[in-house]
């Protein structure tokens, strides 16, 4: 079946790095675009920017530019984003999500139609 | 940057019928989708572009737009449906967009 798998949760020191592991499975990984979402404790969702596992181009969200950068390994159908220079405000669950739009295709909405499980972040000295 | 708002709670008796809106200007050019988030579970797509639902989703979910508001209506609400529901579209720059989220109680 479709699925996001993620990677497990993290403690971070504020100032460290953090890098989340997403593995897809049952379908055409650079057929899809992926996207990065995070959740703050009782918050809402906040989009972290976008990845096209094809060509490996990224598109980040203005409050992360600069701290974030996705990557991905095709051979391992795993896209990864890692986040720098942690702060507590960074404390959060972060979701990796496919968009059900084939790559190269224009729609007027978004379908996050498959979400990995999420992975905890939390930082704290 | 744009904004979609969104009531925080919304209460709704077993079996009855339940609206839940999102405002935003970039609803006037973008169509909504929306979220249904359980605590301690990933979101999951209920309803995207017009009005479709994907495989697994009851058709007591549909969605509609108008204007600046789109809306997520629930008929014949199920204890299963209470949870958080967050409608997600566009911002001024094409970039996704998540509301605040409605909290969904059946009663």
Redesign the interface.
Known sequence: QVQLVQSGAEVKKPGASVKVSCKASGYTFTSYYM?W?RQAPGQ????MG?INPSGGST?Y??KFQGRVTMTRDTSTSTVYMELSSLRSEDTAVY?C?RD?VLVGAS???????I????TMVTVSS | SSELTQDPAVSVALGQTVRITCQGDSLR?????W?QQKPGQ????VI??KN?R?SGIPDRFSGSSSGNTASLTITGAQAEDEADY?C???DS?G???????TKLTVL
């Open positions: 996207h979402v809402g969702l906040e989009w976008i598109s969200a203005q979701y999500a059900g729609t007027d909405y978004d379908a996050f139609d979400w990995g499980q999420g | 050019s973008y169509y909504a989708s979220y990933a979101p999951v797509l995207y572009g479709n994907p967050y997600n579209s566009r720059s970039n996704p967009l998540f509301g605040g989220g």
